[in-house]
């Protein structure tokens, strides 16, 4: 059974950081290619972040660009968001996605809320 399950959300104010896991069960975690998507209240999800199996090549969108930073343990089989100076904007629930080809699995998201 597969599984993607985040954790390390929650409430933070501005400009502090949160770092968000994703522990993953079921499926050859290394071959997987992996990315954080968030989506707002309102809103449509939108990527965030990637990165491939070996964890040598990531990508970011513009808006978390020198703030967050994408990460893996392949003998842990989870991946990792650290985000730092986190805005009110950045306020979302964050999923977790693994993709291989057409295979494509999800986490039920975790809920970050960024307030003073």
């Known amino acids: 059974q597969v599984q993607l399950v985040e954790s390390g959300g929650g409430l933070v104010q501005p400009g502090g950081s949160l770092r968000l896991s994703c522990a993953t069960s079921?499926?050859?975690?290394?071959?997987?290619?992996m990315s954080w998507f968030r989506q707002a209240p309102g809103k449509e999800r939108e990527f965030v972040a990637a990165i491939n199996w070996s964890g040598g090549s990531t990508s970011y969108a513009d808006s978390v660009k020198g703030r967050f930073t994408i990460s893996r343990d392949n003998a842990k089989n989870t991946v990792y968001l650290q985000m730092n100076s986190l805005k009110p904007e950045d306020t979302a629930v964050y999923y977790c996605?693994?993709?291989?080809?057409?295979?494509?699995?999800w986490g039920q998201g975790t809920q970050v809320t960024v307030s003073s």
């Open positions: 079921g499926f050859t975690f290394s071959l997987y290619y």
């Open positions: 996605n693994a993709a291989w080809g057409a295979v494509n699995y």
